[in-house]
């Protein structure tokens, strides 16, 4: 239905996209066409050359809205291989049209190498069709003609269709720990690679205690590179500990002396290899692009967007895989669970999916049931649902905890502003937080947590920080935690009254005042104004001071 809901350029009125938190494109000529393809490209059939960072859509859905009536597209069959398309009224065609177009068959632009200048390219498809019984697209009509009412709209879809429970969330102060970083070491003028540990077993102890001195009360980590070999991207298969953390007595200590108001999530890699282990192999255990050459994933420079061949090789397990390795994985896990860990994560399976074109090829839809299956096995070993970051809608029915949750658009030039479709349509489903507030500049991310009503990340490290550079933890610099402890916890007390207030709550308002200022709405009557701008802002008494925030209504 490609001109359903369709708005004529002089009507008021807006697109709402999925791109990152979402965003709204006005009914207007003279603006560029929108596609974005639903949980972004598929690396399987890569580029070869880098684009602009841009955000990625997360769940698959569209709007469009004349103020008056409004309707929401809820792709719920084929939305691995969706792509929302707005087509902007030209002069021949007056009408704002939002559709989704399903790609039947893989295909990639190659060049093929000869002796001439501009060698000439050549079109390489997937083996076969999509394997998928049908594409659906599911309309509903909101009854709030708002973005409000199309994201509470789609929450409605997924507590009735989806299984997702109302009343989630938190006051919990999230907070990512990084483990061991592998860097390179000089042992008797010999360059050996080796773990540098930058939180240890002990040191998270250390840091939960810390911050209880600061008063915080409630703690959600997610522990990231804690097993053998660190950033090394060792599948946790084997569930090892790593001896440079202090191994296997120092981790059982830390599941054992955990606070009661603490959940420490062990972060799993089921998809990514950078070395031969336990019989899987970069060379005949890994996923293969169009071209039939193994997966890796891509790496490019912002300064040219070409290819980065500095870049560490890190190969894409075939899904093909991925039933053997949970069922190895649960063996394992066996240890660890009647120790004491029942927090898991699956960071990578949650923001990313991909494609296998070798022998027994698997396309994305093919691949994402698979990923579903494997949420719903690790879960149910878990006997908790699990961590995810910035996570993908089928992730969502087996999340307790979605950490780093989108805030941005990609800031295309025909989208107006973005909003928080994806805090509003999952806010009381599942508890949330915002990216951390420590790898952004100023206090930006606390509105954004405040204006969403969604709790605070941070991302710390207890030693080594100085030492990440050239490893392949040195975007991580920033992470200190002597740097950020008293800020962390000064924040998360000043918020924990309004956390306590919404959560668990539906959003049922989300306004903006004025340019760079916005009120959100919550059931029950708690409300929060922040102010993004670089002046304050004054209405009905309320004065909300520049880069600041106020809240009320309980």
């Given at each position: ?14 697109v709402?996209v ?33 684009v ?12 469009s809205t004349?103020t ?13 291989r969706a ?15 939002v ?23 050549a ?5 076969g ?17 708002t ?23 938190s006051t ?14 000089n042992i ?71 606070p ?22 970069t ?36 899904p ?17 669970k ?12 949650g ?26 096995a ?9 961590l995810?970051?910035d ?13 780093s ?10 989208e107006?502003?973005?909003v ?14 915002v ?22 990340t ?6 080594n920080?100085?030492q ?60 929060a104004?922040?102010?993004y ?22």
């Amino acid at each position: 239905l490609p001109n359903f809901g369709a708005g004529l350029a002089e009507t008021e009125g807006y697109v709402l996209v999925p791109d990152g938190s979402g965003a709204i494109i006005p009914y207007e000529y003279g603006l560029a066409d929108y596609s974005q393809r639903i949980y972004g490209d598929d690396p399987a059939v890569g580029r070869s050359t880098g684009v602009a960072p841009t955000q990625v859509a997360r769940l698959p859905v569209f709007g469009s809205t004349d103020t008056k009536s409004a309707m929401l597209g809820i792709i719920t069959s084929g939305d691995a291989r969706a792509i929302v398309g707005v087509q902007m009224p030209t002069d021949r065609n007056p009408f704002t049209t939002v559709a989704t177009e399903f790609i039947y068959r893989e295909l990639l632009n190659v060049e093929i190498s000869n002796q001439t200048y501009d060698p000439p390219p050549a079109t390489m498809y997937e083996p076969g069709h999509c394997t998928l019984d049908r594409f659906a697209v599911e309309y509903r009509m909101p009854q709030e003609p708002t973005y409000v009412g199309m994201a509470n709209t789609y929450r409605q879809y997924l507590t009735e269709d989806k299984g997702m429970q109302v009343g989630a969330g938190s006051t919990a102060l999230h907070v990512e720990v990084l483990g061991g970083v592998q860097h390179e070491e000089n042992i008797a003028g010999i360059p050996v690679d080796r773990v540098l540990p930058v939180t240890s077993y002990a040191d998270t102890l250390s840091l939960i205690d810390a911050l209880k001195q600061r008063g915080v009360q409630n703690l959600a980590l997610n522990y990231l590179y804690w097993y053998q070999d660190g950033t090394q991207n060792r599948l946790t298969v084997d569930m090892q500990s790593e001896s440079r953390l202090g191994g296997d007595s120092d981790l059982e200590h830390l599941l054992g002396h955990l606070p009661a108001d603490t959940q420490l999530y062990f972060d799993l890699n089921f998809t990514d290899l950078m070395q031969n282990q336990s019989g899987y192999t970069t060379l005949f255990s890994t996923a293969q692009n169009v071209k039939k050459e193994p997966l890796m994933r891509q790496y490019f420079l912002l300064s040219t967007y070409r290819p980065d061949l500095d870049a560490s090789k890190i190969f894409l397990l075939n899904p093909a895989n991925m039933t053997q390795l949970v069922s190895e994985w649960a063996e394992a896990y066996a240890q660890w669970k009647s120790a004491g860990m029942n927090g898991l994560a699956l960071g990578t399976m949650g923001e990313e999916i991909y494609s296998h074109f070798g022998d027994g090829a698997l396309d994305r839809a093919a691949v994402q049931s698979l990923w579903e299956n494997t949420f719903s096995a690790v879960a149910q070993q878990s006997g908790n649902g699990l961590l995810f970051t910035d996570a993908n809608a089928y992730a969502l029915p087996y999340a307790s905890t979605v950490q780093s949750i989108p805030t941005e658009h990609s800031r295309f030039l025909n989208e107006e502003r973005s909003v928080p479709f994806y805090a509003i349509a999952l806010h009381g489903l599942v508890d949330m937080s915002v990216p951390p507030v420590n790898g952004a500049e100023g206090n930006t991310r606390v509105l954004q947590a405040v204006e969403s009503g969604v709790g605070l990340t941070y991302t710390l490290g207890w030693r080594n920080t100085d030492q990440l550079k050239n490893t392949l933890g040195e975007q991580y610099n920033y992470i200190c935690a002597t740097d950020w402890l008293d800020a962390a916890a000064r924040q998360q007390t000043e918020l924990t009254p309004y956390l306590a207030a919404v959560s668990g709550k539906a959003i049922v308002g989300h306004t903006q005042l004025a340019a760079d200022v916005f009120r959100t709405d919550f059931e029950g009557g708690a409300w929060a104004i922040v102010n993004y701008s670089a002046a304050a802002y004054t209405a009905d008494g309320v004065t909300v001071e520049a880069g600041n925030y106020v809240t009320g209504g309980y």
